[in-house]
């Protein structure tokens, strides 16, 4: 079992930035592959961002190349979003996901493949 907890969530003016972080707890955490999902009111859920168990491999959507960075730290069970240059059409719930599968066994950002979820935190960036 993976218990994680979101943190950093807020209102942000648009071209500002915000760090969200996921703690973890439970499983070891070196051993789960981690993303970050977000979903706006009346869409589908999205994955944003993701990164390997050994912090090696990344993936992120084309919607937040450039302005996001997934990291995380092992000493801490801690997984980071790093958002820079927020826009309003990142207004969204932003959920940290875990998963035990490999990263070359699964698309990353494949939202079935995730079987242990946050609760969310909001962030919502004003125009």
């Known amino acids: 079992q993976v218990q994680l907890v979101e943190s950093g969530g807020g209102l942000v003016q648009a071209g500002g930035s915000l760090r969200l972080s996921c703690a973890a707890s439970?499983?070891?955490?070196?051993?789960?592959?981690v993303a970050w999902f977000r979903q706006a009111p009346g869409k589908e859920r999205e994955c944003v961002a993701a990164?390997?168990?050994?912090?090696?491999?990344?993936y992120y959507a084309d919607s937040v190349k450039d302005r996001f960075t997934i990291s995380r730290d092992s000493a801490k069970n801690t997984v980071y979003l790093q958002m820079n240059s927020l826009k309003p059409e990142d207004t969204a719930v932003y959920y940290c996901?875990?998963?035990?599968?490999?990263?070359?066994?699964?698309?990353?950002?494949?939202?079935?493949?995730?079987?242990?979820w946050g609760q969310g935190t909001q962030v919502t960036v004003s125009s």
């Open positions: 990164i390997s168990t050994s912090g090696g491999n990344t």
């Open positions: 439970g499983r070891t955490f070196a051993t789960v592959t």
């Open positions: 996901a875990a998963t035990t599968r490999g990263w070359y066994l699964m698309r990353p950002q494949g939202l079935h493949y995730y079987n242990y």
